[in-house]
């Protein structure tokens, strides 16, 4: 698989005021997502930060995009022009041209990985700022994403509770993908919930090269994906708004569960304190733990015993509140219902002859499993209920 570099020209210039804006806009890349908003103060974003502040004019514009924004200020002069190219040089910004004509005045600088251009027109200067690499990184992984093959991909993490999607079938997806590009920032896209990592394109003799892993990401933002990866791949960060491969990525901790009626019926009040329990030491009232599942784990009915594993989820009203507790092995599924860590607590209910007598880790669970010459059920419970970090009664 083959992957073009384009490389293009940073944006250049001129006029006044809202026709700045319009020829701003059209000097992007075709097909690039804008957006435009009215604004009363400097905006604090990726791009903005890297440059000094202007201490003069008043915003009224702002215009983002993919790798880049620009911000419109009145009531300038020239004079603030040529003190704000001082304070960019200062800062390390380098002059790369100058364009000039009877209305207007360009400058064009860069400090290796951003352009700042400065456009005057009357009254109203147009700062705007774009990543060095923005346009060459915005075609690239648009190409790299449209060239995508079935045969190209290696190894993605599916869960194995799942039916998945085939390898041509996530090209597919990645394909369609590829032109629905957009602007966005890490601030904008917050914490990622969901990941798919995946071996694209990678050598026969190392199918997990670490430069080859590419990492599809979503967050708490709908429809918004984060995509990038090692050094085969374009650089920086692309975002996508695409609803089939953001739920697709989200869906990723998606499972079949199911609750035994009749098992949860018999053992309602022992379920009831387990549950309880972990509500106590969730302790956060913002946060409600409920029973997703109850399912049968193991049974030696010769001697009447059964171990049901119980399963919960944690909801809250704020998604928020939710996510310091994604620790260890809990995770997101696409309900947003976080699935505590099932290895670090007691979730496995001991039953002898039908009766729920308490709760036993992972850990009692092998040895009970590895265990044979069990007589009854009361000699299995009696060779384990003195290991408190293997069994807690039902009080």
Not at 4 to 17: N, Q, V
Not at 133 to 143: F, L, P
Not at 177 to 203: N, R
Not at 216 to 241: H, M, R, S, T
Request: aromatic share 10%.
């Amino acid at each position: 698989m083959k992957k073009r570099i384009h490389r293009t020209k940073p944006l250049l210039i001129c006029l006044s005021a809202f026709v700045i804006i319009i020829l701003f806009c059209k000097c992007l890349q075709p097909n690039t997502q804008v957006k435009t908003s009215v604004i009363a103060e400097w905006p604090n974003n990726t791009y903005t930060s890297q440059v000094p502040k202007p201490h003069f004019g008043q915003p009224s514009r702002l215009i983002e995009f993919i790798n880049g924004c620009g911000i419109l200020l009145d009531d300038c002069s020239e004079e603030n022009l040529i003190s704000y190219v001082v304070v960019l040089h200062n800062s390390g910004y380098a002059t790369l041209n100058i364009a000039e004509s009877d209305d207007s005045k360009v400058f064009l600088l860069s400090n290796g990985s951003l352009f700042v251009q400065l456009t005057l027109s009357e009254k109203s200067l147009l700062v705007g700022i774009e990543s060095v690499n923005s346009k060459e990184d915005q075609i690239s992984w648009g190409s790299f994403l449209s060239s995508i093959q079935g045969e190209d991909i290696g190894y993605p993490s599916w869960s194995i509770y799942r039916e998945n999607p085939t390898n041509e079938e996530l090209a597919q997806y990645l394909q369609n993908a590829a032109t629905h590009q957009s602007y966005s920032s890490e601030e904008a896209f917050g914490d990622t919930i969901w990941a798919l990592y995946l071996y694209v394109d990678a050598p026969p003799d190392d199918e997990l090269d670490h430069t080859h892993e590419l990492s599809l990401c979503a967050g708490l933002q709908e429809n918004l994906v984060c995509i990038w990866g090692g050094d085969a791949f374009p650089k920086g960060k692309c975002y996508i708004v695409d609803s089939d491969l953001y739920w697709l990525i989200r869906s990723i901790n998606d499972s079949n569960s199911s609750i035994d009626e009749a098992t949860l019926s018999t053992c309602q009040d022992a379920i009831n304190k387990y549950i309880a329990n972990e509500q106590n030491q969730c302790g956060n009232p913002d946060i409600s733990v409920e029973l997703l599942s109850l399912e049968k784990q193991f049974s030696r009915s010769n001697i009447g015993v059964d171990v049901y594993t119980i399963g919960t989820v944690w909801t809250s009203e704020s998604p928020a509140v939710l996510l310091k507790y994604m620790v260890g092995g809990g995770y997101f599924d696409s309900q947003l219902r976080l699935h505590p860590d099932g290895n670090s607590v007691m979730s496995n209910m001991l039953l002898i002859n039908e009766k729920p007598v308490g709760f036993i880790s992972w850990d009692a669970l092998s040895e009970i499993e590895s265990q044979q010459d069990f007589s009854s059920g009361e000699e299995l419970l009696e060779s384990i209920k003195y290991n408190k970090t293997w069994f807690t009664p039902i009080k």
